[in-house]
T-cell receptor, first 113, second 113 residues
């Protein structure tokens, strides 16, 4: 069975500093990996995905994520954090491209002015 | 602008009541999903549907049922609400062929007293 883990409940970063939100996964085959963001009182929004190809994936709002097969990780990164990046971030994994996606528990990102 | 609309943002119901949560999408998507979101547990898949009149159980279907009579509408039904069903419910849709990109509604926060 597939699963995804986000080891940090909360991450605090000063504005302008680089940020990383961690994600590890477990699947029996080749994973399809995703990041979603949830702003306060809103539904989730798609940020980026890895299906195949280049291990570094670029997404919306300047975010990127690096797929590392040997470490089974898919960490979300941004070179310079903005206060407006404060939100709840979910890592997710899918198989077989059937859109039955399993979500992690979420990491709350606080960007401090 | 593409949209997934959940009819009720906030509901308060009593134990034992029948509850209907409605979701409508205007993107002509084939696939629709119901998740519940709880702090510390992330999103958990309740039911999903890949076609009209078709439904499949997700990871936590107990106590829930669904209806998909039209392509654009996917309803979640709580036959007899219980306090442990107090949660945020999120509806999502996606197109075929699946890409992993789900479009979410803003959520329905249900409180069962």
């Amino acid at each position: 069975a597939q699963s995804v883990a986000q080891p940090e409940d909360q991450v605090n970063v000063a504005e302008g500093n680089p940020l990383t939100v961690k994600c590890t996964y477990s699947v029996s085959g080749n994973p399809y990996l995703f990041w979603y963001v949830q702003y306060p009182n809103r539904g989730l929004q798609f940020l980026l995905k890895y299906i195949t190809g280049d291990n570094l994936v670029k997404g919306s709002y300047g975010f990127e994520a690096e797929f590392n097969k040997s470490q089974t990780s898919f960490h979300l990164k941004k070179p310079s954090a903005l206060v407006s990046d404060s939100a709840l971030y979910f890592c997710a994994v899918g198989m077989n491209r059937d859109d039955k996606i399993i979500f992690g528990k979420g990491t709350r990102l606080h960007i401090l002015p | 602008d593409v949209k997934v609309t959940q009819s009720s943002r906030y509901l308060v119901k009593r134990t034992g009541e029948k509850v209907f949560l409605e979701c409508v999408q205007d993107m002509d998507h084939e696939n629709m999903f119901w998740y519940r979101q709880d702090p510390g547990l992330g999103l958990r898949l309740i039911y999903f549907s890949y076609d009209v009149k078709m439904k499949e159980k997700g990871d936590i279907p107990e106590g829930y049922s669904v209806s998909r009579e039209k392509k654009e509408r996917f309803s979640l039904i709580l036959e007899s609400a219980s306090t442990n069903q107090t949660s945020m419910y999120l509806c999502a849709s996606s197109r075929n062929p699946p890409t992993g990109e789900l479009f979410f509604g803003e959520g329905s926060r249900l409180t069962v007293l």
